[in-house]
């Protein structure tokens, strides 16, 4: 069974900094992309950042310059460095990614349960 499982949220002044981690773990043959996704109260999840197998990252236009995804692929994580946070950025931050299961081989989208971010003064 796959499993994806964030850590590293939690509350932060206007301006820090936080890093978010995401580990996949289970019966993983292959990872592919990977992204972050983040939902506000009484807003549509939104993709944050994503990255290609390769470390190919992109990001939404909001985030463009102080967040930067990364992955390390040796220990299926992926991670979220959070600069110049703003309270807009307060969120359920939710790691997803595309993996092929040793039982399935076909791609298909696994998402984490969240963690909180709370930008505030």
């Known amino acids: 069974q796959v499993q994806l499982v964030e850590s590293g949220g939690g509350l932060v002044q206007p301006g820090g900094s936080l890093r978010l981690s995401c580990a996949a773990s289970?019966?993983?043959?292959?990872?592919?992309?990977m992204a972050w996704y983040r939902q506000a109260p009484g807003k549509e999840r939104e993709l944050v950042a994503q990255?290609?197998?390769?470390?190919?990252?992109t990001y939404s236009d909001s985030v463009k310059g102080r967040f930067t995804i990364s992955r390390v692929n040796a220990k299926n994580t992926v991670y979220l460095q959070m600069n110049s946070l703003k309270p807009e950025d307060t969120a359920v931050y939710y790691c997803?990614?595309?993996?092929?299961?040793?039982?399935?081989?076909?791609?298909?989208?696994?998402w984490g349960k969240g963690t909180l971010v709370t930008v505030s003064s």
């Open positions: 289970g019966s993983i043959f292959r990872i592919n992309a």
């Open positions: 997803n990614a595309q993996i092929m299961s040793m039982r399935y081989s076909a791609w298909s989208n696994y």
């Open positions: 990255i290609t197998s390769g470390g190919n990252p």
